[in-house]
């Protein structure tokens, strides 16, 4: 059926991305049917979503996916045919009311506190909590923890190797052939960024999500070029605009012979196809010229096929934006690179040819990223794949999500693996800071609790340790923001360049040891007297 006129305009791009309610499992339908069958669909239930360690060894992890959370519960609503579906794999005796109620439900009962996009999140601290009727916030668990878990891990894998380049070094991402699919390929996209990188490959990420995309040509556009073709239209004008236009293919021929001559080449040993590649994305992109150099050879073609096409632009105005190299020792190819242009500059006095950027890529992972960013490296632009998009140190951050509550009497799950106990009763978690800044400890402490006051002496419980501690605050955040109160947007979500702005800032608090990549200081969450003593009534079997 064709679109109403003006419906493609009213159609939320964001949207088209997001999850649909049977984006889960099984036995969330066969618990929804058990709390209807026992009358418990409408029991006011609270959930906590949370991961128990820190992804890669590290000692921190950012919160991501809070957007596409929010923009699910919104839109949640089994269709007819979703309801049909779930029909055909309950038992056959399920009561045709139980269907109904599935279609009658929505989330304008459910309330979500949770962590604002891109803060520092550490282990047991909710990312989200979810409350509302059970059998509703009951469905929700899968859908929720696939769009927290893998949007947090990227982000933090992003933030990682953004802390290894250094705030000056340019990050690309451009993984989506690598990644898990279409939409995990959209999802690093969109964390990726949100996480520190500067731009992505991704052109859906860009339509959808505001992702500044970037990217330039592949080999596969240099090699497809022969050396006979011929531009329709060699012609170019000044960049200008005033004068007359110009043969830019006989103008690059021109300047070969005093290329080759300042790199002790002959004329015949660039690649005459590379260059006729180079000349055609040169007369598309005459302001966004960029070298993709070792097609061929990087010394012999790819260098002095690029100098011959950026100084015939040079002379109309134009100014070539970078070169590309995708293999062999990127650092030193770099620096040789480098070294050609400096001399090339002063040779033919074209000063701007001497800081023309150089982009890597080639599998790179955090190692070879410390290594191209390394003092004295001449690398600008450094393309991340693979190892940014498949996590391939960690690829699950292990979020779970837990029941702490039900109609206001605290639930905890008690099992023999201490590391898999849960804390019970609704909370309010808090970041304890110094008087200069720096992060003290997180608090979790239950919600009928007075909040934590600056200056204030406070005994709290270390996760792990025997004994409690005392800090005294000199100021008091709270972390969890009411987002969502029964169904309703409270206030407008963060655009994804401020979450990222937030998370720069965010990380920029976290001390030096915290941020080690490799045997980091771990950063201590704490409870609260009042909470360690329900813990323990309730690991003793007491009452709650």
């Not at 596409?68 to 979703?82: E, I, N, P, Q």
């Not at 601290?125 to 893998?150: A, D, F, K, N, R």
């Amino acid at each position: 059926m064709a679109a109403a006129p003006g419906a493609e305009r009213d159609i939320d791009p964001e949207g088209l991305a997001a999850a649909r309610p049977l984006l889960t499992d099984l036995y969330q339908a066969t618990m929804a049917l058990g709390y209807w069958r026992a009358g418990r669909a409408q029991d006011v239930a609270e959930f906590e979503l949370f991961f128990r360690c820190c992804p890669f060894g590290g000692a921190f992890a950012l919160a991501a996916g809070l957007r596409d959370c929010v923009r699910f519960l919104r839109a949640f609503r089994l269709r007819d045919a979703d309801v049909q579906f779930l029909a055909s794999v309950l038992p056959p005796d399920t009561e045709p009311a139980f269907f109904a109620h599935l279609r009658a439900l929505d989330c304008s009962g459910v309330t979500v506190r949770a962590l604002p996009e891109g803060s520092l999140a550490f282990p047991g601290v909710p990312l989200l909590q979810v409350s509302g009727p059970l059998l509703v916030v009951q469905l929700l668990e899968t859908p929720l923890l696939c769009l927290v878990s893998y949007a947090s891990l990227v982000a933090t894998n992003a933030a990682r190797l953004r802390l290894i380049a250094g705030p000056e070094k340019r990050l690309l991402e451009m993984g989506l052939r690598r990644a898990q699919g279409p939409d995990g390929g959209l999802t690093a996209s969109t964390y990726s960024y949100l996480g520190g990188f500067d731009s992505s490959s991704n052109v859906l990420a860009g339509q959808l999500r505001g992702v500044p995309v970037a990217g330039t040509l592949a080999h596969s556009f240099v090699t497809s070029f022969s050396g006979t073709e011929v531009p329709p239209d060699p012609m170019l004008a000044p960049a200008a605009g005033e004068g007359p236009r110009v043969d830019l293919v006989g103008r690059v021929e021109v300047w070969l012979e005093p290329v080759c001559a300042h790199l002790g080449l002959g004329v015949q040993e660039p690649h005459r196809g590379e260059r006729v590649a180079f000349v055609a994305y040169a007369l598309a992109f005459p302001r966004a010229f960029q070298g993709l150099l070792d097609s061929y050879s990087t010394r012999r073609s790819g260098l002095p096929n690029f100098l011959a096409v950026a100084l015939a632009l040079g002379e109309l105005g134009y100014q070539a934006v970078g070169v590309r190299l995708d293999s062999g020792d990127l650092l030193q190819q770099a620096r040789e690179v480098r070294g050609v242009f400096r001399t090339a500059a002063a040779q033919f006095q074209v000063p701007w040819l001497e800081s023309v950027p150089i982009a890597v890529s080639n599998n790179i992972d955090e190692e070879e990223l410390a290594r191209l960013t390394q003092e004295g490296s001449e690398v600008n632009v450094i393309g991340i794949g693979t190892s940014l998009v498949t996590c391939p140190r960690q690829p699950a951050l292990g979020c779970v999500y837990k029941l702490v509550a039900v109609g206001g009497q605290p639930r905890m799950k008690l099992t023999e693996d201490a590391e898999k106990q849960t804390l019970p009763g609704s909370k309010a978690a808090f970041r304890l800071l110094d008087s200069d800044g720096s992060l003290l400890l997180d608090l979790l402490q239950l919600a009928e609790e007075l909040p934590p006051q600056a200056g204030q002496e406070l005994r709290v419980w270390p996760r792990g340790a025997q004994k409690p501690r005392t800090v005294r605050p000199a100021h008091v955040e709270s972390l969890l923001q009411l987002w969502v109160q029964q169904g309703q947007l409270c206030e407008p979500l963060p655009s994804l360049a401020e979450s990222r702005a937030f998370a720069q800032l965010s990380l920029s608090r976290l001390s030096p040891a915290h941020k080690w990549l490799e045997s980091p200081e771990l950063y201590q969450v704490a409870l609260s007297e009042q909470l360690q003593a329900l813990v323990d009534r309730l690991r003793a079997g007491g009452p709650p």
